[in-house]
Structures are given as C-alpha cells and as structure tokens.
C-alpha cells in the first residue's frame, strides 16, 4: 500500500478529534458521580500515520480517590489544537508541492 502525504495527516486529524473529543467529554462530566473518564492512545503505524484507542478509565483509583484529571484534559484540548494545525499545514505543503510539479511539467 502506497502512503502519501494525505493520508498520513488525516490519520493526525482523526486523532486530534478523538483526543479532543474524549477531554471534551471528560471536562463536561468531571463532577458526574461514578464518571468513568476517557483516554486517549495513540500508536504509530509502520507504513505511516497512527491509531488511536479510546479506553473507559475506572471511576476510582485503588485508594478511593476520583480519577477525574481535569489539568490533563485542559492539556489534551491544547495539544489537539497544535495536532490539527499542524497536520492542516501538513495538507497545505503537499497541495503546494503537487502544484509546483504541475506547473514544472506543464
């Protein structure tokens, strides 16, 4: 299978979303009694891009305390952002870098 440039930053998208999504949906239920908060994995793929796994956390660590991690899913929001800019400017170089060899050949 041929991996291009597209692919691989849609691939950075997607899990820019689901991160985003899973603290979006932490931060809205941090005060839900018996809320079991979401993460986020990512992994790389070896022909390029990653997967994400979504996993459900215990509602409760071994000692009693709540689980709730609002500082990381404050965290996770920013660094979603910064993962769809940068995979945005990703597509915007491979559209800039097909239009040159268009024009090289034309």
Known sequence: MSVTLPTIASSGLAAAQARLDASAH??????????????????????????????QLDAQSADGASTSRL???????????????ANVLTLKAEGSMVGSLLDCTA
């Open 71 to 85: 500082e990381e899913d404050l965290v996770n929001q920013k660094v979603a952002l910064y993962n769809f800019q």
């Open 26 to 55: 932490n931060i809205a239920n941090v005060v839900t009694p018996n809320f079991r908060p979401l993460e986020v994995t990512q992994t790389a793929r070896a022909e390029g891009g990653v997967d994400t796994q979504l996993r």
